[in-house]
């Protein structure tokens, strides 16, 4: 597509409910990568996917978070049992470069709120 | 580990004024820098980025930034404010070397007064 585009833009839900981001990366990029977004945290490192080689997983604050990439393309960020605290913008970004010199295009987010 | 500190999560100029948002890193090898602006209800977008070249890099809108090994910093500044300049700025470091991860700052928000 020509940009990259997550789904759904807002979600509210109760807590303790089982909740799905989806993120469509850019075409062809083969870098794909999940952030939090919070008021006053800046962007919140999650997961990183990088071709076929196995996600960086380190910034996952919980056994709660997981999040899958199908097919190289389409991601999937769940988040179990939904908390208060888990209420912020989760923003997906793709890239088409290695070697850490590529930009990084993101989504809008989509804005979780967990009453 | 790659760290980004961003100095002063507000900064108010204005307009006209010189703009400057300072960032300071932490890496382990010779870093990536990168800049990316947030407008308000939009997403981030790429203002500039150090890769190893000019230390002096410029970007969008006349942004500019210098990346400073002997202060581990990579200030961004701009000789005069517009109003359309409000927005968030976020600094961020990549170690590179074919790892891409990208860690990022708490973020500046940049207010412009008439």
């Known amino acids: 597509g020509a940009g990259v585009s997550q789904s759904p833009s807002n979600k509210v839900t109760e807590k303790g409910k089982d909740v799905e981001l989806r993120c469509d990366p850019i075409?062809?990029?083969?870098?794909l990568y999940w952030y939090r977004q919070s008021l006053g945290q800046g962007l919140e490192f999650l997961i990183y996917?990088?071709?076929?080689?196995?996600?960086?997983k380190s910034g996952l604050p919980s056994d709660r978070f997981s999040a899958e990439r199908t097919g190289g393309s389409v991601s999937t960020l769940t988040i179990q049992r939904t908390q208060q605290e888990d209420s912020a913008v989760y923003l997906c970004a793709s890239s088409g470069r290695t070697g850490g010199t590529g930009e990084l295009f993101f989504g809008e987010g989509s804005r979780l709120t967990v009453l | 580990a790659q760290s980004v500190t961003q100095l002063g999560s507000h900064v108010s100029v204005s307009e006209g004024a010189l703009v400057l948002l300072r960032c300071n890193y932490s890496?382990?090898?010779?870093?990536?820098l990168f800049w990316y602006v947030q407008y308000p209800n939009q997403g981030l977008q790429l203002l500039l980025k150090y890769t190893s070249a000019a230390t002096l890099v410029k970007g969008i809108n006349d942004f500019e930034a210098e990346f400073k090994k002997s202060e581990t910093s990579f200030h961004l500044t701009k000789p005069s404010a517009h109003m359309s300049d409000a927005a968030e700025y976020f600094c961020?470091?990549?170690?590179?070397?074919?790892?891409?991860?990208?860690?990022f700052g708490t973020g500046t928000k940049l207010q412009v007064i008439p």
């Open positions: 996917f990088q071709g076929n080689s196995a996600p960086d």
């Open positions: 075409s062809g990029h083969t870098a």
């Open positions: 961020a470091v990549s170690e590179g070397g074919g790892y891409q991860k990208v860690t």
């Open positions: 890496s382990s090898v010779p870093p990536y």
